[in-house]
């Protein structure tokens, strides 16, 4: 069952993945996934240590993306920097922008997300692109603005971006985490026990669905900094 499909529950259950989600932090990033592993699959042994042809823009690619799965995000920016370089196609320029929004958001700096989609409307043809509209869309959901998270990713899915549809699904939770947690259920004086227990036990089964942030080796505060000073 899709999880779009499952919140359509009762009060108990949005109120649970409400405080479940919330209480995790709607500043959370879900950027691992099965699309974004491909990169780990098909990535030969020079990329996957990082000694990849500074000149290559299909490597420089695949190793902002290796070193961004693994929270490397420096080594991401490196990585984007050094393709953007070399980049000669509008598609190629356009992945690039979309993974530095990726690096952004896991850094929790959207100012520079924001700043790297400004850049990429620059570009032609950036309005059809499916991974930078993903992109955009998953900056808007950070920002907590979901009509506009919702319109890049349908257009996202709509484009056949990979993984479209997984953030569909999260952000449909998350709308549901912002409707539930303004419900007056929550200022209610009282709970009964078989409320509170049917919340606990909901508020588990939604963990499945909360998005998890890759392991960092640079904290967000050290990339901002490095970043300010480039």
């Known amino acids: ?51 990849v042809n500074k000149k290559d823009v299909d490597s420089n690619i695949a190793l902002a993306r290796i070193r961004l799965l693994e929270g490397s995000l420096l080594q991401a920016q490196d990585a984007v920097d050094q393709g953007l370089r070399y980049a000669k196609t509008g598609n190629e320029v356009l992945l690039l922008h979309s993974i530095g929004i990726e690096i952004d958001i896991a850094a929790d700096n959207l100012d520079l997300a924001k700043s790297e989609f400004r850049k990429a409307k620059k570009i032609s043809g950036y309005r059809d692109h499916g991974a930078l509209n993903l992109a955009v869309g998953k900056m808007y959901l950070h920002l907590k603005d979901f009509k506009q998270a919702r319109f ?55 963990h499945h669905y909360m998005p998890s942030k890759p392991a960092t080796r640079f904290s967000a505060v050290s990339y901002t900094h490095l970043r300010a000073h480039e």
Do not use: C
């Not at 078989?194 to 939604?206: D, G, Q």
């Open 1 to 51: 069952m899709r999880l779009g499909n499952m919140l359509q529950g009762n009060l108990l259950t949005k109120f649970a993945v409400g405080a479940s989600l919330f209480a995790f932090s709607a500043t959370s990033v879900f950027i691992a996934s099965p699309a974004w592993a491909e990169s780990l699959a098909v990535a030969d042994e020079n990329v996957l240590t990082g000694k």
């Open 152 to 206: 890049y990713m349908d257009k996202a899915q709509t484009q056949k971006a990979p993984d479209a549809a997984d953030a569909l699904d999260r952000l449909a939770a998350y709308e549901v985490a912002n409707e539930a947690i303004n419900h007056p259920l929550v200022f209610a004086d009282t709970v009964t026990r078989a409320e509170l227990a049917y919340l606990i036990v909901s508020a588990f089964e939604m």
